[in-house]
């Protein structure tokens, strides 16, 4: 019997049980871009059937960071960029559990940028959302790595000379096995490809647009928005790494030019999950390694069995 | 100890002269001699020249010896390559030519005319040193009798034939040694080189009276490295987790559990860098399995703000900390005892973490073991802080020794029937970080636990978890999770952490923390031989420090003398800011080349400070007055 009874529950699901009850109201300015990213993960929540006690959702330091105090679940509110190391642990140490990392583009294309082409590469199954508001929210509206080029600020006062990071793309060379671009404004995309992203087995990456207006007063709202997906515009083929790259290009570009761009933009259903990969080379076990401590019956090894080697 | 052997092996690094020296090693375990080894390495993969040294003789060895008594000078083959000549100039005959200063009288060497002629021989003087140090020298076709059977790298093997024979040693152990670590082709050639050398040397004429020692043991021996019980004492506390990022000497650790951890369902993670290394394993053992992850100095600088995390969201972990000379890169392969006030103190906000340092083989293991104990039963990070040193010798240990029963409980953690039973917000939210539970530890729930959510912030929070910034739950928490550390000082002072050695009542202390405890040990036998009134203690529990205990040493003696390998006497300091007095009685010996400290530079260290003449003190050490004068 598992030690976990919450995994694997079958029940109905209430969207509002992703509601805390005596959490204070969330600290978000209003209007913030932010509110939609709860929303639409709660409101994916009961699509894809798992619970607040299965569901561990690991979050950076900014703004967006926040998330975990207003989403009822399993929380680790952890240090700025670092998210995704201690989430994809959590996986590891129990693959059954439903893990969801979130942060800012600051927090994940920069400070914890290494950690982003990593845990892409590795295709760890889990949702990554990043909150783009194209600035560093927290701190007051510094030039982020998402920021366009010009972007003017107190540290930036002559305007940014950087341009900004590909992240669409960024996610695609590193090996991201779902990719996918939304909008706060947008909101039943948004539930969409969170529920999408979720269900996922590999690594997916959404790049969430979250409008900042106290940082990025004259910066767009992100509408209109245009869904690649329901515009006979564009026309690729998302399981197709050559199109889908080309089309990533644009919408990076689009961004800045004032068209938004967003939907699904890669999807490999083929490339097996981290977890699979290290089951398959026998360096991971097949039981959640997290259930062995509850098992008062578990044989465990001792070292004294490995002495014939030393003497 | 008249009675021993200490056998340098010196050749190129990268020749593998560091698994010949632990066979031969093993060998003479099997022969019934105890063993201790010690290394000494270049920092690169190839080239440049390293030595090993075994020492063995019939009772227990603590330490590296004071010089030695038998060089097996292999050359260095890297340097042959007519490319490298520009590079490495002489570099071929350094095997031989620098090993020479350490070379006690009357010792041994065997040297390969297969590699040196006479004239290179004569170039470094062999002759005439050997002469005025009634050296005994054996040139012997190590190279020849290898290529003869097989390939060049057996050379190895050959000066161990050659060994055996010099020293009137039965070939069998070392033949069954081969046997079992090597198969074919390889184990044949293996054999007969062995064998030829043996024959050739056992046809000279020996001047030497240095021998095989005798010994015998009274139960199963075997031959363990520091880094090893380190790994075996995470693998018998149930641990199950380790992620890294390789740096030298804390990659042998993580070598070995990544070795062993897939045999026993556990998991190895080699990550992108420290800074993940770190996390990772906060977020296993958030998970609910037993965690680890490790570096030295400069890999442990980019962790302190995941141990930050750590400390605040009250996550077990383990690290392991393997200094070697620093700062920056350092000496890498060199070791040292410096990183003390950076694992001590680097952190966001005040520290709140346990620091162990283990003094040999076995309290490695013991405090391995205990770091888990301790860092799952009050939830904070436990930090094993050892050194090259430590990690790569190798000693005789009782098999008898590692008879114990794992101890895989996640320690202050609750089950879901007991979580039913625990306090909640009114929202559901499990109130995991009470303010005012009896030691300062409030039980955790692991996710996936029916009943047991809350949130882990790295911000400071509520009892179930919420970020706040209300002054008096500010301090009712920082309050809370300091208490755990009085708790912690008082299940350690019940452990016995601190090994004392020599005269009870002594006029004088020496006090050592970590790697240095045998040699000093060594160093006391000898003091007290020579009818000085000295006792020592060697400390492990370094954070929470053992605050009466220390003071009753310190109390107890006119003078005490703080051994350790760093130029600014860090230890000597912790003791003075743990303890607020007895600047006036401390003093400081200090080295800080690379090398550990040989009992005889204790022996002299001691004596100089206690003539007050610190100028006699050896070269290679410092000493330092007492601060108070
Ligand atoms: C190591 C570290 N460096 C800097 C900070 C300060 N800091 C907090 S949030 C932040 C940037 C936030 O920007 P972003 O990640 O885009 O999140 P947002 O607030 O926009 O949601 C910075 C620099 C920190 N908390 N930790
Ligand atoms: S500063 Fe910007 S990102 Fe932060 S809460 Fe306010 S609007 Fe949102
Ligand atoms: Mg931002």
Request: hydrophobic share 35%; with cysteine; glycine share 10%.
């Amino acid at each position: 019997m598992s030690a976990f009874s919450a995994i694997g529950e079958e029940r109905e699901i209430d969207q509002d049980e992703f509601t805390p009850g005596l959490e204070p109201q969330p600290t978000w300015c209003p209007g913030c871009g932010d509110f939609g990213v709860l929303k639409a993960l709660k409101g994916a929540m009961p699509q894809v059937g798992r619970t607040p006690d299965e569901t561990l959702l690991v979050t950076g330091i900014g703004c967006s960071g926040k998330l975990s105090s207003y989403f009822e679940s399993y929380g680790f509110h952890s240090i700025h960029g670092r998210a995704l190391p201690v989430a994809r642990a959590a996986k590891l140490a129990n693959p059954e559990l439903e893990v969801i990392a979130a942060g800012g583009d600051g927090d994940g294309y920069g400070i914890g940028g290494n950690h982003f082409m990593h845990t892409a590469r590795e295709n760890h199954d889990m949702v990554y959302i990043v909150f783009n508001n194209e600035v560093f929210g927290l701190t007051k509206g510094q030039s982020s790595p998402t920021s366009p080029k010009g972007h003017e600020s107190k540290i930036q006062p002559g305007g940014n000379a950087k341009a900004p990071v590909r992240p669409l793309s960024l996610a695609l060379a590193s090996g991201a096995s779902y990719i996918a671009r939304t909008a706060a404004v947008n909101p039943n995309q948004a539930k969409e490809i969170l529920t999408e992203a979720i269900e996922h087995d590999g690594f997916a990456h959404v790049d969430f647009l979250t409008q900042c207006p106290t940082w990025n007063k004259d910066a767009k709202s992100y509408v209109p928005y245009v869904d690649v997906q329901d515009s006979d515009d564009y026309d690729f083929d998302v399981t197709d790494r050559r199109e889908a790259a080309d089309m990533m290009h644009e919408t990076e570009s689009a961004l800045y030019e004032g068209t938004v761009l967003t939907g699904r933009y890669y999807v490999d259903e083929d490339r097996p999950s981290y977890t699979q990969e290290k089951r398959d080379t026998g360096a991971l076990p097949e039981e959640p390694a997290a259930e062995r401590y509850f098992d008062e019956d578990a044989d465990w090894e001792r070292s004294a069995d490995l002495m014939h080697r030393h003497r | 100890m008249s009675d021993e052997l200490i056998w340098r092996i010196a050749g190129g690094s990268g020749d593998g002269a560091d698994s010949t020296s632990k066979n031969f090693a093993r060998a003479l375990m099997r022969s019934g001699l105890h063993v201790f080894t010690h290394q000494h390495y270049p920092s690169r993969i190839r080239g440049g020249h390293m030595y090993v040294e075994v020492r063995a003789a019939p009772e227990p060895v603590k330490s590296r010896g004071d010089g030695y008594n038998f060089l097996v000078a292999l050359g260095d083959s890297f340097a042959r390559n007519p490319q490298e000549g520009a590079y490495y100039g002489d570099e071929e005959i350094k095997p031989l030519a620098e090993n020479l200063d350490e070379l006690r009288e009357g010792g041994v060497i065997i040297y390969d005319t297969g590699l040196f002629d006479e004239e290179d021989v004569e170039e470094v003087g062999l002759h005439e040193r050997a002469e005025e140090n009634d050296w005994h020298v054996y040139g012997i076709d190590l190279r020849g009798t290898a290529r003869e059977h097989g390939r060049e790298v057996m050379r190895n093997t050959a000066g161990v034939g050659a060994t055996a024979a010099l020293l009137g040693a039965d070939l069998d152990p070392f033949e069954e040694i081969m046997r079992e670590g090597m198969r074919g082709d390889v184990l044949e050639a293996n054999l007969q080189v062995l064998t030829d050398a043996y024959e050739s040397a056992a046809d000279l004429e020996f001047t030497h009276d240095l021998s095989f020692p005798e010994g015998g043991h009274d139960e199963q021996q075997v031959m363990v490295s520091g880094s090893h019980a380190v790994a075996y004492g995470a693998l018998d506390s149930g641990c199950r987790f380790i992620s890294g990022y390789p740096m030298t000497p804390w990659t042998d650790v993580f070598t070995i559990m990544s070795q062993n951890l897939p045999d026993v369902g556990g998991i190895s993670e080699q990550v992108e860098d420290e800074i993940a290394a770190a996390s990772l394993a906060v977020g296993a053992s958030h998970a609910g399995v037993k965690a680890m992850s490790g570096s030295s100095g400069g890999g442990f600088a980019l962790m302190s703000e995941p141990l930050g995390m750590a400390e605040m969201t009250e996550t077990p972990l383990v690290l392991v900390e393997a200094q070697r000379a620093g700062p920056s890169t350092g000496m890498p392969t060199k070791t040292e005892q410096a990183d003390l006030e950076h694992v001590l103190y680097t952190s966001q906000g005040d520290s709140n973490r346990v620091v162990l340092a283990p003094g040999n083989v076995r309290e490695a293991y013991e405090q391995s073991r205990i770091s888990f104990d301790v860092a799952y039963d009050y939830q904070i990070p436990t930090i094993l802080l050892y050194d090259q040193k430590l990690g790569a010798e190798n000693r005789t240990v009782p098999e008898s020794f590692f008879d114990r029963e794992p101890s895989p409980d996640l320690g202050s953690t609750l089950t879901e029937e007991e979580l039913a039973e625990a306090a909640h917000d009114a929202s559901g939210k499990f109130h995991r970080f009470q303010y005012d539970p009896e030691n300062g530890v409030s039980p955790r729930s692991i996710p996936g636990q029916k009943g047991g959510r809350y949130l882990a912030s790295g911000n400071e929070h509520t009892q179930s978890g919420h970020i706040t910034e209300d002054p008096d739950l500010r301090v009712a928490q920082v309050d809370r999770r300091l208490r755990k550390l009085e708790s912690i000082r008082e299940d350690l002072n019940g452990r016995d952490l601190q090994t004392y050695y020599g005269e009870e009542d002594a006029e004088y202390g020496i006090v050592s923390w970590g790697s240095q405890q045998d040699t000093v040990e060594e160093a006391v036998d000898r003091l007290l031989a020579a009818g000085h009134s000295v006792q020592a203690v060697g400390v492990s529990q370094i954070m929470p420090f053992p605050r009466e205990e220390m003071a009753g040493f310190i109390e107890g003696v006119e003078e005490a003398m703080v051994v350790e390998m760093n130029a600014t006497g860090q230890f000597r300091g912790h003791i003075q800011r743990e303890l607020g007095r007895y600047g006036d009685k401390l003093t400081s010996l200090l080295k800080y080349n690379g090398n550990p400290f040989e009992p005889a530079e204790i022996v002299e260290g001691f004596e100089a400070q206690h003539d007050g003449d610190a100028s006699a003190a050896p070269e290679t050490t410092r000493t330092e007055p007492a601060a108070g004068d």
